[in-house]
């Protein structure tokens, strides 16, 4: 597997002594669509501004795509776009000259520059908005705008601090779409966010960061697979006259209101034995919805478990 | 100077800087026109009118060098401050840092935009000197490199400046109670002649009388001070002022935690 971006023991502590990173170790294969989770001060945004280079480390060592990001400064910048979690643009330029001059820094000549800012802003359904103050874009607007120009200079790796926080579901989902499909044009992206739904949908990989440490890197779906409970919601078509209270080994269903149960399944048990246990009682499904988010069910637990570790 | 990419970036900062300033000219250009015009209106003819002559001129030709080099200072100093200043305060310096972008490019770019506005002031100003005094130029090639190289200085310095303002006061602090005193006491509008001994030594520890005497001489032909001192001075002002410059990005202040 090519490393899209590799750091080995890197750490920060800021001035007022707080540790940020406490040696973390990663790697993203090239390709990858990779999570970063973690709750609020966790680290992630230390850590892709060490590796975009507006965060100075303490320690560790950083390589993008094989090359040291001391040493091979311009072309590991050549490599990066990063699409940070505050809005950081000037709000007094029109929307088409930040894209435009952001593909100048990054040294396009002014016709490829004016190419590749229309190709983005209109993927991005911003052209017709080119001529407009950023200050003037709704804040979905200014996200996407942020995406374009971490994009004009076509870097190999995307990186996506919360991207699509405070966007609408229906921007949210197009946003989706629009990074898979730069992802399956061969662009590596790292996303952080705090929608975990959007990481189940999107990532491969995944990376769980508290108090400055990894405590979890794996596969998505390895990490799915063990959650071991899952509950889900499921609705009557009648109105549930009696209590429904059935507890058997992997298999536990409780009326939570006139139409609807909960069922609790673990240990390998699936849906269809809720659903035929149900049957007995003379009690028709006509549809059903995970309780939670099963990543979220994860997190938290992670979470909890790094907490007791930590004591 | 610079490789191909670099000179994109460097136009792509300076094309940036002009907008900006080109763009607000409500607040950049026509201020100092204004201000600068009352000057010669007031100084120069109705009391210039009442003084007579100084250092062998009129009055009004007196000062008119010392209100060019006036103008082409502070507008030179508060772009770059301003300018980048803003450009932290919006956090969009961080296009440029997260850019492939070396650092004296970076200086050089706000640099190059904080000169072509005090310039462009300069100039004007120079064009409305025009209707209150008949000048001629006693040295073009001193009056063009004192004025570059002081646009220069004070560019660097604005620049400096930013990098460690934190609010909005701090960028007008400097201009407030350091440049403007320091500008009305380098001899625009006096010979250091009429001074008392001490203060007359006093002003020469003040750098900008040796800009403001430097332009006097390349346009009347007549000087406070040593015109090679006074250029030595500028390069040395740029030395040191551009090192700290370059030493300041490198070290992230004010803009990399």
């Known amino acids: ?311 | 100077m610079f490789s191909d990419h670099r000179l994109v970036a460097f136009e792509t900062i300076v094309i940036k800087e002009v907008r900006r300033f080109t763009r607000i000219w409500l607040q950049t250009l026509l201020p100092p026109v204004i201000t600068i015009s009352l000057y010669f209106v007031i100084f120069g003819n109705l009391v210039g009118g009442r003084i007579g002559e100084m250092g062998g001129y009129r009055y009004m030709e007196f000062i008119v060098p010392g209100l060019i080099m006036m103008a082409v200072i502070q507008n030179s100093y508060s772009n770059v401050v301003s300018s980048f200043f803003s450009q932290k305060f919006q956090r969009s310096v961080e296009e440029l840092l997260v850019a492939p972008i070396p650092n004296y490019v970076i200086l050089s770019g706000y640099i190059a935009g904080g000169m072509v506005r005090g310039l462009c002031v300069g100039l004007i100003v120079t064009l409305m000197s025009l209707f209150f005094a008949d000048l001629g130029i006693h040295s073009l090639l001193i009056t063009i490199s004192v004025v570059l190289l002081t646009s220069l200085v004070f560019s660097l310095g604005g620049f400096i400046n930013a990098v460690f303002a934190n609010n909005f006061d701090d960028i007008s602090i400097i201009p407030t109670f350091v440049l403007t005193p320091l500008i009305y006491l380098g001899g625009v509008f006096y010979s250091i002649e009429l001074l008392p001994p001490f203060w007359r030594v006093a002003s020469q520890l003040n750098p900008i009388f040796y800009m403001v005497n430097t332009f006097r001489y390349g346009i009347l032909g007549t000087s406070d001070i040593d015109v090679a001192w006074a250029f030595t001075m500028l390069c040395l002002f740029i030395i040191v002022l551009y090192g700290g410059c370059i030493w300041l990005l490198r070290k992230g202040t004010g803009v990399r935690s």
């Open chain 1, 1 to 311: 597997m090519t490393v899209a971006i590799s750091v080995s023991n890197l750490q920060k502590s800021y001035a007022s002594g707080t540790m940020a990173l406490k040696g973390i170790s990663l790697e993203v294969g090239q390709g990858d669509f990779f999570a970063l989770l973690g709750p609020n001060g966790a680290g992630k945004s230390t850590f892709i501004g060490i590796v975009s280079t507006l965060v100075t480390r303490t320690g560790g060592k950083v390589r993008v795509f094989g090359r040291d990001v001391d040493t091979h400064v311009y072309q590991t910048k050549l490599d990066l776009g990063v699409v940070p979690q505050e809005i950081n643009f000037s709000q007094f330029e029109k929307v088409g000259d930040v894209v435009r001059t952001q593909a100048g820094y990054y040294g396009l000549p002014r016709k490829l520059a004016a190419e590749r800012s229309e190709k983005y802003l209109r993927q991005l359904g911003l052209w017709e908005k080119r001529n407009d103050r950023s200050r003037a874009l709704s804040g979905g607007m200014k996200r996407r705008m942020m995406i374009a120009r971490a994009l004009v200079h076509e870097p190999r790796l995307l990186i996506l601090d919360e991207p699509t926080a405070g966007v609408d579901i229906e921007l949210r989902r197009s946003m989706w779409d629009f990074l898979l499909e730069i992802n399956r044009a061969g662009t590596t992206i790292i996303l952080t966010t705090h929608y975990l739904e959007e990481a189940e949908q999107l990532c491969r990989n995944i990376a769980i960061i508290d108090e400055g440490r990894i405590i979890e890197n794996t596969s998505m779906k390895k990490l799915l697979l063990e959650l071991d409970t899952h509950a889900f919601i499921l609705d009557s078509d009648a109105m549930l006259e009696d209590e429904v209270n059935i507890d058997e080994p992997g298999l536990s269903l409780r009326k939570i209101d006139s139409h609807s149960i909960e069922a609790v399944l673990s240990g390998g048990r699936d849906i269809n034995s809720a659903i035929a246990a149900l049957d007995r009682l003379g009690i028709r499904i006509i549809s059903m919805r995970n309780k939670a988010n099963r990543l979220e069910q994860l997190f938290l637990s992670r979470l909890r478990g790094n907490g007791e570790e930590g004591g």
